[in-house]
Structures are given as C-alpha cells and as structure tokens.
C-alpha cells in the first residue's frame, strides 16, 4: 500500500472532529526533519485530494511556508478561511512546526467551530511535543 492509500485508509476510520497523530516515518522522541530549509512536498497532498477526497470535503496542510518564520494568528485565519467545502480534511506537518503553533492552530479550530467539520491529521508529531500538546489541551481537546 502506498502512502496515499495508506493516509485514506485512516482517514476513513477518523470521524468528523476528531485529531489524529500518526506517524509518517518512526523517528524517535528527538524527531528531526531530514528536509532541511524545503518545505513540506505538497505534489503528495495535490495528488491525494484528486484521487481520494469528495465534493463535499477540502483538503488543507498546514505547515511554513518559509521554514525560517513561524506561523501566526493571521497565518492560522488564511488556512481556516480557505477551508471552503461543508467537509475539512486538514494535514498538519508537525515536524516543521512547534508545539506553540499546533496548539495554535488547533485553538483557532476550536474558535471558528470548524474542528467539528474537520478531521485533522497530525503527521510525525515527536512524542515530546505531542506530551505537551497533550497536556496543554486537556478538556479542550481528546488528543
């Protein structure tokens, strides 16, 4: 199975308001990107919204677009106001990102009531950081 029909496959079994971490490559708790200065390869993500997703589901990934800035509150507001169809699925390329910024995210998901139309994938989230995101949204958030 290839990694698209792999990412479907879970998919499928995520209801609508859930977020899942799964693990594209076992890393370790120290995990680092082996794509220094690139980001994330979006032709994988371009091909799996063609091939896998419904009219009524968009497809959004969430990661920098330059690896030197983090994401901000605006940045958050532009990947949420692209999510245009009834159905979200929304990748998160955790690796490029920091605890600061998923959990940003998440909470400006939480805000605009869209996390309920919405499966978000947490991929390759290190263990470390998903123990903080953990803890930082108990009660918010069943990671």
Known sequence: MDIKE???SIIDKVDYGQVLKIAMQ???AYAVSE???DVVNMALFDDFAAKYLSDQEDLTVVHRKDSELALTSTDFSQFIGGLEAPKHIIFVACLE???TEIKG???ALLSTDELENSKVILLDLPQ???MALRSSMKGKLAL
Do not use: A, H, P
Request: aromatic share 12%; no cysteine; hydrophobic share 35%.
């Open 6 to 8: 792999n990412l479907k």
């Open 26 to 28: 076992e890393r370790g």
């Open 35 to 37: 794509v220094q200065g």
């Open 97 to 99: 990102l920091g605890t």
């Open 105 to 107: 995210f998440l909470n």
């Open 128 to 130: 470390l950081e998903y």
